[in-house]
């Protein structure tokens, strides 16, 4: 797994942040040891996708409203709006 390890950044104004400083790859102490790696007979996740209920495509014709970043359009009070394509 990997860990973050953050750093605090004090700026010149005298405000302050939490920045990523770097990634480490560690190991889980939670697991035991693999004794022997070997292919499961069993079946596949995307056989199980084809068929499972909670992964309906939802088709939309009418635009979907987006919740804004902080631009000119959000502070101006318009929505943005993502029309929806047909190419599926």
Not at 30 to 58: P, R
Not at 76 to 84: A, E, I, L, M, N
Request: include cysteine; proline fraction near 5%.
């Amino acid at each position: 797994m990997v860990i973050l390890l953050w750093e605090k950044r004090r700026y010149p104004d005298g405000s302050s942040s939490w920045q990523i400083k770097e990634k480490v790859w560690r190991f889980s102490t939670a697991f035991c040891t693999v004794n022997e790696w070997k292919f499961a007979d069993i079946v596949s996740m995307a056989d199980h996708l084809k068929k499972c209920s909670y992964n309906a495509v939802e088709r939309r014709e009418e635009a979907v409203p987006l919740p804004c970043r902080r631009n000119r359009s959000c502070q101006s009070g318009r929505t943005q709006t993502v029309q929806p394509t047909s190419s599926f």
